[in-house]
């Protein structure tokens, strides 16, 4: 119950399409949801996170679907761009005995053609 | 402000050997969690640090322990390598306030032969 499964593990995308990554979880006591981009060479970084109360969040050509009632949330990146080549990490929050601790997808390796 | 560092940046060790890796957190971050990361495994929580306290644990074994002091820097010892040992191992640092936003460093990439 305390995983989030992600899918694809592995994802092409033209240059200029839309690549759609997702995520399902279990556990309804997930109170923040963030992304996670992380380039060869480089720690994650966090992208973008939102809230199980809101529907979508934007920013920038990236933004996060979020179906509370399947319990499942998904990242867009429109106009996908080579630059945007790197393995993308969704989490969940969740407070486990007082302590907030996150449980993390297992990754998607997202390729951009040129 | 500074990043996370880590320290080293590279190892190579033989099976049976022990290993310490250091991690320095954005400052003011109290909270330093540790990862296990592998191709095709994605990032294994190992354990997370909060003011000198181990405060979550993951499912590694004995072998992986570490610990934090008082300037919130952190270590993390790997006792009797195995060949399966052989990763990047990431730490993040984190504020009181956002905990889901976890500030990772560059990792140590450690090679056990």
């Known amino acids: 119950q305390q995983q989030v499964k992600q899918s694809p593990q592995s994802l092409i995308v033209q240059k200029g399409g839309i690549s759609i990554i997702n995520c399902a979880y279990e556990?309804?006591?997930?109170?923040?949801f963030p992304w996670y981009q992380q380039f060869p060479g480089k720690g994650p970084a966090l992208l973008i996170a939102?809230?199980?109360d809101v529907s979508e969040k934007k920013e920038g050509r990236f933004t996060i679907s979020f179906n509370k009632s399947a319990k499942q949330f998904s990242l867009h990146i429109m106009d996908s761009q080579p630059g945007d080549s790197a393995t993308y990490f969704c989490?969940?929050?969740?407070?486990?005995?007082?302590?907030?601790?996150?449980?993390w997808g297992a990754g998607t390796k997202l390729i951009i053609k040129p | 402000k500074a990043g996370v560092t880590q320290t080293p940046r590279y190892l190579i060790k033989t099976r049976g050997q022990q290993v310490t890796l250091s991690c320095s957190p954005i400052?003011?971050?109290?909270?330093v969690s540790w990862y296990q990361q592998t191709p095709g495994q994605g990032l294994q929580f190992l354990f997370e640090y909060f003011s000198e306290t181990q405060r979550n644990k993951g499912n590694f074994p004995g072998r992986f322990s570490g610990r934090q002091f008082s300037n919130s820097r952190s270590e993390m010892n790997v006792s009797t390598l195995e060949l399966g040992d052989s990763a990047l191992y990431l730490c993040a640092s984190s504020s009181d306030r956002i905990t889901y936003e976890q500030y990772f460093g560059p990792g140590t990439r450690l090679t056990v032969t």
């Open positions: 939102i809230r199980p």
């Open positions: 556990n309804t006591a997930f109170d923040y």
């Open positions: 989490a969940a929050r969740v407070l486990m005995d007082s302590n907030y601790q996150l449980i």
């Open positions: 400052s003011g971050h109290r909270s």
